[in-house]
């Protein structure tokens, strides 16, 4: 374009480029025709011009809604609904201190909820964050440094070490280039650049002639054309992905929205029918059916359940936090618990994303390393047998030859060691220091003089050193096919032979089939030490002294965490950018995938989407994946009925975080776009993290089972109670003042102990529950009906023995309050196991807060009695040793009715599938 182009030339220019350009195809010169632009750069005036078409180069912000807003939508919550139906009726009832307690958990709830959703609207924010604020440009034929926000294409940038790409470039000059790509591809290494078009069909991690804006430059320099800014740019896809995915509701909520409407409708039915029942058969008044009608309601509404739901849901937050589980958002937390696959990254969850030499080659001898990353602790071994290095000279004098041509540092602070410098020279030193070498006396030993930078012209890194004698070395490091050209001997035990070509070319081979990343070291000595080193002392000549080749490892606790994830009846699947060698070989170790079949992005973009439901379900293992190929996963399993987790660590991970049940971010390595759009983060990047979560989330599940099955049969007990006294026209048992007495004391106290209740036997040998599975299976059902008419027995039954002794209403009913809770009290120790005998495992006392729990009720019911106030409130009166020995055997009773209806379930257990 010229300095006279008028705007509406551009704007059509603009509207021209909407298709997808393939800029990583096309020829130089043609990119610098269609952008109207050449190696001088724009014009200042130019430039201008084309920002005011193109607009900033600034992600578009999100959408953000107002602190109001988004607190008010903080009660749009099938829980908060419960809750907040709850409140109202004690309101109308007068309860003002129930009515307290329930608004305070409301409020707590909301004002937790609007905190961690202020967090995850940040997700946008930390896109735009990674955008370079400044970069080196080109206007005018004169560079100068610009605000990265006002580059438009056409503009030639120059990129240097450690700059943040601004914008997606198409690169048209690079000297030894490397750029770090994992935050879009997710590949550990640092990709090396070339000005050469790529194929059209290219996948992104492998369009070598493009730098794409966020990434950063590790190493070398270049020089790069301006093609896409702002939201064009495949950052800004992304940013634009994350703003279009929905996130899924979690299994819970919507088993509790499903109870919750056959629950209100189960009462709703009752007290009409019994309702109009009164007036009908016994001729009630209006106003006295209308007020049995409440009472008979408010016994049946379990106001307690969403309070202990809620405080059970938080209780196993902390639980996680203690193993390194930070979970960002309520409901995640029993989400885990359904999860029927894990889809993990590659890179740093099941790796370390740190390279690690893993095999030494030798003229002599094939060294096998251990060890984890750059923690320079392991050995090296034949034929899996322990050896010293310093009994075996190839070794050693590899190991040397790695520390001395080697730029980089290893510091180990806290416990943890960091590395200064590229990962393979990190690799390198690691394995020098696991030979027992001294890295300071030995560079000090042979100081260095002089080097030769790695280029990617000629493929190889050499340095000089001297020993104080006046002796000299050259060791050089690089690609083994170009080292391998520069040599004419290898290294034996003890002496130099001439260099058998094919045994290396052979190993070379058989190191990349493992995955490995294969680097040589060659050496020459000199007699006297040269002050400067040139290209023509190490262009022939050398002498091989080994091969190293590298990989980033397995996580040995990952292995393990995978393993167990099969046991618990999960699917583990590999979703990487990583190229398809590399995948498999990891996938291997961690015995994924049917005959370690790996499928790549292209074959999945030959897929339709009912192909790939069931590829989906069928593979395990898949390669060079973009974020719309780790989306459209994530849906493909949704579709085919599994809850998904979804780890990752990068920002081309967050669409797919976003959309899964449960994302799963990396704390420590992972970018902050991958957290803010996450459910849950680890605090340690562990795989094996992800087991304990899993196992956590099935205990808060089974905890709040648990719950609901301690809670119904109470409400269930007080409504049968009214409902009989209202259908054979007797006094009420039970008045509804001290119906919520009741309600309020057992559900903060007892039906909350059970929140505490440590993992059952056996958690994670079970499979997943299934997605769709009710929250009361028939058995569950079965036992609330049950444990509510023995509560209806012994408290009706109790009341009418006081009468039919001459017990006033007053001390009759005092009595049928104590035998209900009574009950409640050794129901809370039967419903410590569901199934189990109640003292199994861990005794019938092993749980600390259900002891606590039972003696605050004792004492509140003691109170209750004998107290005058509380006589005065809710009409009681002391009762005698009598018939507290019968509430007593009542209780015993109802504890042995109900260990043996367990006993049964056992036998039958078809019908106890819980």
């Not at 084309?50 to 607009?55: E, H, N, P, Q, W």
């Not at 943040?164 to 490397?178: C, F, G, H, M, N």
């Not at 703003?243 to 929205?257: C, F």
Request: with cysteine.
């Amino acid at each position: 374009m010229s300095k006279n182009t008028s705007k509406n030339e551009r704007m059509a220019g603009l509207n021209q480029r909407n298709g997808p350009a393939e800029w990583h195809s096309r020829p130089v010169e043609e990119v610098f025709k269609e952008l109207g632009t050449n190696e001088a750069g724009l014009s200042l005036e130019e430039a201008h011009n084309r920002l005011a078409v193109y607009g900033p180069n600034l992600l578009e912000p999100p959408k953000r809604r107002g602190p109001i807003q988004r607190f008010l939508e903080q009660f749009n919550n099938v829980l908060l609904y419960i809750l907040v139906g709850a409140a109202v009726v004690t309101a109308l009832l007068g309860h003002w201190i129930d009515t307290g307690v329930i608004a305070g958990v409301v409020l707590i709830n909301a004002i937790i909820g609007f905190i961690q959703e202020g967090k995850a609207e940040k997700a946008l924010e930390a896109i735009q964050a990674m955008l370079s604020p400044r970069a080196g440009a080109r206007r005018g034929g004169r560079p100068l440094t610009v605000m990265a926000e006002t580059l438009v294409p056409g503009d030639i940038v120059l990129l240097q070490s450690g700059d943040r790409v601004p914008a997606d470039l198409r690169l048209l000059e690079t000297k030894s280039i490397q750029i770090q790509e994992s935050v879009l591809t997710g590949e550990s290494e640092a990709v090396e650049k070339a000005p050469e078009p790529a194929a059209p069909k290219t996948e992104l991690g492998d369009r070598t002639s493009m730098a794409f804006a966020g990434t950063l430059v590790t190493y070398g320099t270049g020089i790069g054309v301006v093609v896409e800014t702002a939201d064009r740019t495949e950052i800004g896809r992304i940013s634009s992905m994350l703003t279009e995915v929905q996130t899924l509701t979690t299994p819970l909520l919507r088993q509790i929205a499903v109870f919750s409407r056959w629950l209100t409708l189960a009462i709703l039915v009752i007290t009409a029918a019994i309702f109009v029942f009164g007036l009908l058969v016994h001729d009630y008044s209006l106003n006295d059916m209308f007020m049995a009608a409440v009472g008979l309601a408010v016994a049946a509404i379990p106001e307690g359940l969403p309070p202990v739901m809620t405080i059970t849901l938080a209780i196993g937050v902390t639980r996680m936090a203690r193993r390194n589980a930070i979970v960002r958002r309520l409901p995640a937390v029993e989400t885990l618990g359904a999860v029927t696959v894990i889809c993990s990254d590659k890179t740093g969850t099941l790796t370390r994303n740190e390279l690690m030499v893993q095999t030494v080659l030798t003229a002599e001898h094939v060294y096998t390393v251990t060890g984890s990353g750059y923690e320079p602790i392991g050995e090296f071994r034949i034929n899996d047998e322990p050896v010293a290095a310093s009994q075996y000279p190839d070794l050693l004098v590899a190991a040397q030859a790695a520390v001395l041509c080697n730029d980089g540092e290893l510091t180990e602070v806290e416990g943890e060691w960091h590395l200064y410098g590229n990962p393979t020279d990190g690799a390198l030193l690691a394995a020098g220091i696991k030979a027992k070498l001294d890295v300071a006396v030995e560079r000090q030993s042979q100081p260095r003089t002089d080097l030769i930078p790695f280029e990617s012209v000629h493929k190889f890194m050499a340095t000089l050193h001297h020993d104080h004698e006046g002796h000299g070395c050259v060791y050089v490091k690089g690609a083994p096919e170009r080292i391998l050209e520069m040599c004419a001997f290898q290294r034996g035990d003890s002496r130099d032979v001439p260099l058998d070509a094919d045994y290396w070319l052979e190993h070379i081979e058989t190191l990349a089939s493992r995955a490995q990343r294969v680097l040589a070291i060659a050496c020459r000595s000199t007699e006297t030490a040269p002050l400067h080193l040139r290209f023509k002392d190490v262009e022939a000549g050398l002498t091989l002294i080994a091969l190293f080749g590298l990989i980033d490892p397995p996580r040995k606790e990952a292995v393990e965490a995978v393993a167990r994830c099969r046991n618990a009846g999960i699917q583990v699947k590999m979703i990487t950018g990583d190229h398809a060698t590399t995948a498999g070989a990891i996938a291997a170790r961690f015995d994924l995938g049917q005959d370690h079949r790996v499928l790549t992005g292209k074959d999945l973009d030959a897929l339709s989407e009912d192909e790939l439901v069931v590829v989906a379900r069928d593979a395990d293992v898949f390669a060079r994946t973009t974020p719309e190929h780790k989306l459209r996963l994530v849906r493909a399993l949704q579709a085919g009925g599994q809850i998904v987790a979804m780890t990752g660590d990068g920002v081309n991970d967050a669409p797919a975080l976003k959309r899964a049940e449960i994302g799963i971010a990396m704390g420590r390595k992972g970018t902050e776009a991958a957290k803010e759009a996450a459910e849950m983060v680890l605090a340690d990047d562990n795989f094996t993290s992800i087991m304990h979560a899993v196992e956590e989330g099935r205990t808060v599940y089974d905890n709040l089972r648990k719950s609901i099955l301690f809670l119904l049969p109470t409400s269930g007990g007080e409504a049968l109670t009214i409902l009989v006294a209202i259908l054979f026209a007797q006094a009420l048992p039970i008045t509804p003042v001290q119906i919520l007495w009741v309600n309020m004391i057992t559900a903060v106290t007892l039906g909350l102990a059970l929140a505490f209740e440590p993992a059952e036997a056996g958690i994670l040998k079970r499979p997943p529950r299934p997605p769709d599975a009710p929250i009361l299976s028939a058995f569950l059902t079965w036992r609330i009906v049950f444990v509510s008419v023995l509560l209806l027995a012994g408290t009706f039954g109790l009341f009418k023995w006081e009468q039919a002794f001459g017990a006033s209403l007053d001390a009759a009913r005092t009595v049928a309050v104590n035998a209900l809770v009574a009950g409640e009290i050794v129901y809370l120790f039967n419903c410590r196991r569901i199934t189990e005998r109640s003292w199994a495992r861990n005794g019938l006392f092993g749980n600390r807060p259900v002891l606590i729990a039972v003696a605050l009720v004792i004492g509140f019911q003691l109170l209750f009695t004998y107290l005058p106030v509380m006589q005065m409130l809710f009409h009681t009166t002391p009762i005698d040793l009598g018939a507290w020995f019968r509430i007593i055997l009542f209780a015993l009773c109802l504890f042995v009715l109900v260990e043996l209806e367990k006993t049964a379930a056992r036998r039958y257990r078809s019908f106890a599938s819980i």
